[in-house]
């Protein structure tokens, strides 16, 4: 059932993958606040779920994000990111199941 409304063309994955997606999109729409998870468990399920992806899929998770980064230039006064350095990484370059919750304060 669930293999005949996703789109193959997103690339392979497994019943597993789509169990766990599946099952905390259901629990991230519960009526009950408390009932939902919180969003750093959300953040790690997805990563678990990430990391149960074949490594086919890792290569095309954002195959023309680095061609557009490239084309970005922190020094351009035009680019909406003149101010910032952008950099693509990797799921499994970066390890965001680390046990640290990272600080984010305005610019």
């Given at each position: 059932?669930?293999?005949?409304?996703?789109?193959?063309?997103?690339?392979?994955?497994?019943?597993?993958?789509?169990?766990?997606?599946?099952?905390?999109?259901?629990?991230?729409?519960?009526?009950?606040?408390?009932?939902?998870?919180?969003?750093?468990?959300?953040?790690?399920?997805?990563?678990?779920?990430?990391c149960m992806l074949p490594a086919a899929f890792d290569n095309n998770i954002a195959p023309d994000l680095d061609v557009f980064m490239s084309g970005m230039s922190s020094s351009s006064p035009t680019s909406a990111y003149s101010r910032h350095t952008i950099t693509y990484t990797?799921?499994?370059?970066?390890?965001?199941v680390s046990g640290v919750i990272p600080s984010i304060s305005p610019l």
């Open positions: 059932m669930m293999s005949s409304i996703i789109d193959r063309s997103i690339g392979p994955y497994s019943s597993d993958c789509v169990e766990k997606f599946l099952d905390l999109a259901v629990r991230c729409t519960l009526d009950e606040q408390k009932d939902r998870p919180v969003i750093l468990e959300v953040v790690r399920e997805l990563e678990n779920i990430t990797t799921m499994k370059e970066i390890e965001l």
